[in-house]
């Protein structure tokens, strides 16, 4: 009999987190050239948030399309979530990912989350007083054998 595999990604925004109203944090993007000399800074608080191209749905389909649950945690019954922060910059890309909570005991289920992020394709920027601007995004992927 065939285990689905089932992913679901919500949404959290980490304004709340950090105690300071903004942050310098330079993008980190692969193509060196891209690197600004001043780095611009986060905002914590926006009037609008970024969104993925076409909205959660879409988000939820290209993440099913594309995450791959690792052969291990399938071998081992491994499941959990795990938290994914990123900075959705200016022009909607996604840049410096990280794990912030990671999948209990699954390093690998945490590996594959950053690496179908790292392919998402640019985001609708966050906004305030009308302007694009910088500000992170927490998103939880859970990993669920069902």
Known sequence: MKKRIFFVACFMMTSGVWAQTEQTIPPTHSNSSEIKSEPAK??????????????RAAMMKFLSENLVYPKIAIAENKSGKCYIQFIVEKDGSITNVVVKKGTPDC????????????LMPNWIPAKSDGKAVRTYFMLPIIFNLQ
């Open 42 to 55: 986060i905002e914590q608080i926006v009037e609008e948030e970024p969104e993925f191209p076409g909205g």
């Open 107 to 118: 390093p690998e289920c945490d590996k594959e989350a950053v690496r179908v992020v790292k």
